[in-house]
């Protein structure tokens, strides 16, 4: 099945909007396994519309579209699908009802426009759309199949999973990819990759696609399959292998996060953590304290900037500073012990480094960052040499500093 | 003169990555005062890619492709336009040289594949690549252009600013759009539109267009003019009047930012600042952090999510806590002083509040927000009521709060 993507809406050709529904769609159709042989943007131009239809008609088996469903003036695509197939727009029951029911249950009154809606070319179903007013469009039209969604990316999105891939998968052989990511911190791309790449050539079915993101590496499993039942059988020997493999650095799957992983591993052993930031001057915490619940075992965070605050706040004897500095292993150690007295808490983890981009020096350069973590039988430190700029330099130290709880307290 | 695009590349079809190419120069052309009437996406298919830009050449003025200009065999851009335009490739001299010094600068060597880059159809210029190793094509045919940029995002910037602009300025009237933005904290979009209504709607050379994001309202005025000196002149009455309206919401222009705004107060003033958090546990600071030389004004941060450290760290007297709650204007005030107090620092700035998404009640719902700011002749506070999730209650209470020191200290 050859499918194509046409895109309508002049938003789309003015720049100010980056078109995500088109992203969107052509990863589903490659999760069908349907391939895309084009995509077209075309604004609201009735004409133009049209002939881009026609073309796309003409040359694939399948035609979604996105956008122009709406009540206004600018909407056009019912009334160009109408001239495209040759059919008048009549009042289809289904797609009324369905507009009714959303005014109904918003509690907002509807206007004889949202009733142009519900006319669709004679023959065509309507595409239930439980999350806006305008219902999409299904046309076969002989061995061709025409799709109109609406362009708002929450309806198309939802729309999509909830109608098309049940339709396309009925009309295609059956398969669809089925994907799982494992999600890795610690260790770099080619390494990783390089400890898997045996694993890799050998499979086909799943397939194993190894990619760095920012601060961490991601290994896609993806397996061909009829139902998730079938996927699971395929992926789950995969998975294994790659576990017993590089395990150490997994900290979770799919859209998990470092900082709900450390979260959840705190929350099971009944611990508590306080941070103390320089460099990454609360960041951490604030990564932290994005988990709804993080309260039960986020204490307290100290963010010393200035040398006075880490003696006053963090109790870090002033010899270390005068003796190290400020970025050393000692006062780092010693950041990290202060603050987890400070607030009584299982864990102190703290950093010291220089994000830059002045405050560098030939000893200590711009993205040197030690950190420390504290509990009562021990403390323990790391170095590390970052690269980038300030923000980048931060977000890595946050990250480096998640994953030395992780891997402290696991 | 029609525009049309036509972005090349089998990525763009498998949804892997957003193409932002595509946005860029649809906004630029805008800019130039080019309508854009279509834009379409090809993989590496050389007939396919060839029907596609045959079309396009067929309807429009100006066809600009992007990507396919590689040295790898997926690159089939140049030999399509060969085809196109009935010309063969031969070695263009100028971009043979541009090529060899590339390799030269980056001291890397070269391969012959990259010397088949510096092949272009008979009659076309090679526009100047500094930042890799495709040249770009510009060919003219009858009265019909057509310009081939490579799909590297900072490549496909760099050349259109520095050669297709100049060239696309000479073949129109000489009119391109120059744009100023005004960035508004603290004032709701639609307020803001009400109050400037006038004003719009009697400008057509520039116009003006206000738009929300998030935590913000900006204003855009885009003057039609033929240099940057005739658009300063038309721009500039316009945004007097709108800073006459709106000055007290003007929190900066183009790129500013907030926390870069209220850093360069700061720094006039040669005062400084120490920061209290609770429910946006360490945001305010991290985002205060991320502004370069922050050190010489931040002093230090205080992220006290339990009631205990608020009454250890900042000396918020507990009495206040249980007689008003941790979430109160006088715990907020007590939280502003003590940090002031414990930092030294010529301002104290505090917020407490529950972020969500448990934690509220029926007198204290999830989004209530209390944030003062302390000074030593005086202390103040506002409450917010915000909406939505966890991290977007965080964002919106960080974006109040540093209004709050920058309408305060101004």
Request: charged share 20%; glycine share 8%.
């Given at each position: 099945m050859r499918a194509e993507l046409v895109m309508i809406g002049t938003e789309l050709l003015l720049g100010e909007t980056v078109d995500s529904n088109a992203a969107y769609l052509a990863q589903e159709l490659a999760n069908l396994g349907i391939d895309l042989y084009y995509k077209s943007t075309v604004g609201d131009n009735w004409l133009r519309m049209l002939e881009v239809l026609t073309q796309a008609l003409g040359r694939s088996d399948l035609v979604i579209t996105s956008g122009g469903l709406g009540p206004t003036m600018d909407d056009q695509t019912r009334s160009c699908l109408s001239a495209l197939a040759n059919r008048s727009l009549v009042l289809n029951p289904t797609a009324e009802a369905q507009i009714r029911a959303y005014f109904a249950k918003t509690n907002r009154p509807m206007s004889d426009n949202n009733l142009k809606q519900a006319f669709l070319p004679e023959g065509a179903q309507a595409i239930p759309n439980q999350w806006g007013t305008a219902p999409g469009i299904l046309l076969e039209l002989g061995n061709k199949i025409l799709i109109s969604l609406p362009g708002v990316p929450r309806e198309l999105k939802n729309m999509f999973q909830a109608s098309v891939v049940p339709y396309l998968i009925n009309k295609t052989d059956g398969n669809r990819l089925y994907s799982r990511t494992l999600r890795f911190v610690g260790i770099g791309e080619s390494t990783l990759e390089e400890m898997v790449k045996d694993i890799i050539s050998n499979q086909t079915n799943p397939t194993i696609a190894p990619y760095a993101s920012f601060g961490e590496v991601k290994i896609r499993i993806t397996a061909k399959a009829k139902s998730s039942i079938e996927a699971e059988a395929l992926i789950a020997p995969v998975e294994k292998q790659l576990r017993e493999t590089l395990g150490q650095w997994l900290y979770g799957l799919e859209q998990d996060t470092l900082e709900a992983v450390v979260g959840q591993m705190l929350i099971e052993r009944k611990e508590t953590i306080a941070t103390a930031e320089s460099c990454t001057g609360g960041l951490i915490a604030h990564r932290l304290t994005n988990v709804p619940g993080s309260s039960n075992y986020f204490m307290q965070g100290a963010i010393t900037y200035s040398n006075d605050s880490k003696v006053k706040?963090?109790?870090?004897?002033?010899e270390l500073i005068i003796n190290y500095g400020a970025v050393s292993e000692h006062v780092a150690k010693a950041m990290a012990e202060g603050v987890r007295n400070l607030a009584n808490s299982t864990w102190g983890l703290a950093v010291t480094g220089i994000a830059g981009p002045s405050g560098g020096t030939g000893e200590k350069p711009v993205g040197l960052v030690y950190m420390a973590i504290s509990h009562q039988d021990f403390t323990k430190a790391e170095v590390h040499r970052f690269t980038g700029n300030r923000e980048e330099i931060k977000q890595r130290t946050a990250q480096a500093a998640l994953n030395l709880v992780r891997v402290t307290i696991k």
């Amino acid at each position: 099945m050859r499918a194509e993507l046409v895109m309508i809406g002049t938003e789309l050709l003015l720049g100010e909007t980056v078109d995500s529904n088109a992203a969107y769609l052509a990863q589903e159709l490659a999760n069908l396994g349907i391939d895309l042989y084009y995509k077209s943007t075309v604004g609201d131009n009735w004409l133009r519309m049209l002939e881009v239809l026609t073309q796309a008609l003409g040359r694939s088996d399948l035609v979604i579209t996105s956008g122009g469903l709406g009540p206004t003036m600018d909407d056009q695509t019912r009334s160009c699908l109408s001239a495209l197939a040759n059919r008048s727009l009549v009042l289809n029951p289904t797609a009324e009802a369905q507009i009714r029911a959303y005014f109904a249950k918003t509690n907002r009154p509807m206007s004889d426009n949202n009733l142009k809606q519900a006319f669709l070319p004679e023959g065509a179903q309507a595409i239930p759309n439980q999350w806006g007013t305008a219902p999409g469009i299904l046309l076969e039209l002989g061995n061709k199949i025409l799709i109109s969604l609406p362009g708002v990316p929450r309806e198309l999105k939802n729309m999509f999973q909830a109608s098309v891939v049940p339709y396309l998968i009925n009309k295609t052989d059956g398969n669809r990819l089925y994907s799982r990511t494992l999600r890795f911190v610690g260790i770099g791309e080619s390494t990783l990759e390089e400890m898997v790449k045996d694993i890799i050539s050998n499979q086909t079915n799943p397939t194993i696609a190894p990619y760095a993101s920012f601060g961490e590496v991601k290994i896609r499993i993806t397996a061909k399959a009829k139902s998730s039942i079938e996927a699971e059988a395929l992926i789950a020997p995969v998975e294994k292998q790659l576990r017993e493999t590089l395990g150490q650095w997994l900290y979770g799957l799919e859209q998990d996060t470092l900082e709900a992983v450390v979260g959840q591993m705190l929350i099971e052993r009944k611990e508590t953590i306080a941070t103390a930031e320089s460099c990454t001057g609360g960041l951490i915490a604030h990564r932290l304290t994005n988990v709804p619940g993080s309260s039960n075992y986020f204490m307290q965070g100290a963010i010393t900037y200035s040398n006075d605050s880490k003696v006053k706040i963090l109790s870090v004897p002033e010899e270390l500073i005068i003796n190290y500095g400020a970025v050393s292993e000692h006062v780092a150690k010693a950041m990290a012990e202060g603050v987890r007295n400070l607030a009584n808490s299982t864990w102190g983890l703290a950093v010291t480094g220089i994000a830059g981009p002045s405050g560098g020096t030939g000893e200590k350069p711009v993205g040197l960052v030690y950190m420390a973590i504290s509990h009562q039988d021990f403390t323990k430190a790391e170095v590390h040499r970052f690269t980038g700029n300030r923000e980048e330099i931060k977000q890595r130290t946050a990250q480096a500093a998640l994953n030395l709880v992780r891997v402290t307290i696991k």
